[in-house]
């Protein structure tokens, strides 16, 4: 088996990280193929549906596969789904030995292609680069394991933790980088989630514009709004975009106001609602992953944000802080969430850091 296993993991996520966004409700996956420590083949898992990695890099190695490593991010597959099981196109094209990133997640399959390749005369790795393989699939992952999307909670904010510089005010805080990365992140997720009172008071367009990017994609539009407020002429329900509009609401919301807001584009989907009469938001979750959505970036308002927090339905954490302090005039990042005690607060894991021009864009895991 090739040595150096993880320089040329690394080549594989490279190759992996192409196709995030695309895939879902599929996993991002990445693979190369080595020979006498070289690489000869790449490939990666374009779009659901499409052939996976292992395939592509396959076709691109050509006969170069004979008695070659592949290296992959996550576990081939052995069953047949829309395509052809993975393990079969490995033994088919050659390849003698297999390094895998991370096993499969799903519960159903898990550890039944390496097994397998492995009871064909492969010689199988697995684990390298486990952590960095995972960190590309955590939708993937929970998806498969629950059924539930992976939910993220995105804010730009001042130091003192504010989203606003005036109550019931839109103004941007933080600067182009920042805003650069937020379409970035919306261009690899399924839905972007806001609450009605920031679609009333902002008027979003919840698109993705990043001008130099080429292969740009919106995601989901999701509105969650009990009363169905959300006005028929929205700037979201009128721009030009392939993307859908849901409005998520309760029971009983307005028949009359659910024809119009179709009439406009909308898709309206009925909730169940909790002890406050207010959409349930585990149910909606459980409602989003039954439709194959597999990651939710949650923008906001306070009360959104401070929902979400308090009913422990985060995931991760993206924080886009401005150099400034904006004082008392300012909306809070969360509304409806208190902090009893210290030791019973959600502390945030596997942090990371990075300078956006003047702002400092804090990524984290909310540790359960």
């Keep these: 088996m090739e040595n150096n296993h993880t320089y040329f993991m690394e080549q594989a996520l490279a190759e992996a990280r192409k196709g995030q966004g695309r895939t879902s409700p599929n996993p991002t996956v990445g693979a190369v193929i080595v020979k006498n420590g070289k690489v000869v083949g790449r490939g990666y898992h374009k779009k659901a549906g499409s052939p996976h990695a292992e395939v592509n890099a396959i076709a691109d190695a050509g006969e170069h596969a004979i008695n070659a490593t592949l290296y992959v991010t996550l576990e081939p597959c052995n069953h047949i789904g829309r395509t ?13 030995s297999v390094v895998i990133g991370m096993p499969d997640p799903n519960p159903r399959v898990a550890g039944g292609g390496a097994d397998y390749l492995r009871g064909k005369g492969i010689e199988v790795c697995s684990g390298v680069l486990e952590q960095q393989c995972r960190a590309l699939n955590y939708p993937f992952i929970k998806h498969s394991a629950t059924g539930l999307p992976w939910v993220m909670m995105k ?14 005010k839109w103004e941007a805080i933080t600067g182009s980088e920042s805003q650069r990365q937020v379409h970035q992140i919306r261009n690899q ?28 994609r919106d995601p989901l539009r999701i509105v969650l709004d009990s009363n169905l407020r959300l006005p028929v002429n929205a700037r979201m329900l009128t721009q030009d975009s392939h993307a859908e509009t849901w409005v998520i609401c309760r029971e009983e919301a307005s028949r009359e106001k659910e024809a119009q807001l179709v009439a406009s584009g909308a898709k309206v989907w009925r909730i169940t ?65 208190s902090l009893e005690r210290r030791e019973d607060a959600p502390i945030l894991n596997n942090i990371s850091l990075q300078y956006l021009g003047k702002d400092i864009f804090l990524k984290a895991l909310v540790e359960r």
């Design 189 to 216: 997720v399924d839905a972007i989630l806001i609450g009605v009172e920031t679609a009333i008071i902002d008027d979003p367009s919840l698109t993705t514009r990043l001008d130099d990017a080429g292969d740009t």
């Design 273 to 337: 609602t909790n002890a406050e009469g207010q959409v349930d938001l585990s149910a909606m979750l459980i409602f989003l992953g039954e439709k194959n959505i597999t990651s939710v970036l949650v923008e906001g308002g306070a009360r959104v944000h401070g929902a979400f927090y308090h009913q422990h339905l985060v995931d991760e954490v993206l924080l886009l802080y401005a150099p400034f302090i904006v004082g008392d005039e300012g909306t809070p990042l969360v509304r409806g969430y």
């Design 84 to 96: 052809p099981p993975c393990t079969e196109a490995v033994l088919r094209c050659g390849i003698t």
């Design 155 to 168: 804010a730009g904010l001042s130091l003192d933790g504010k989203i606003t510089i005036h109550a019931g």
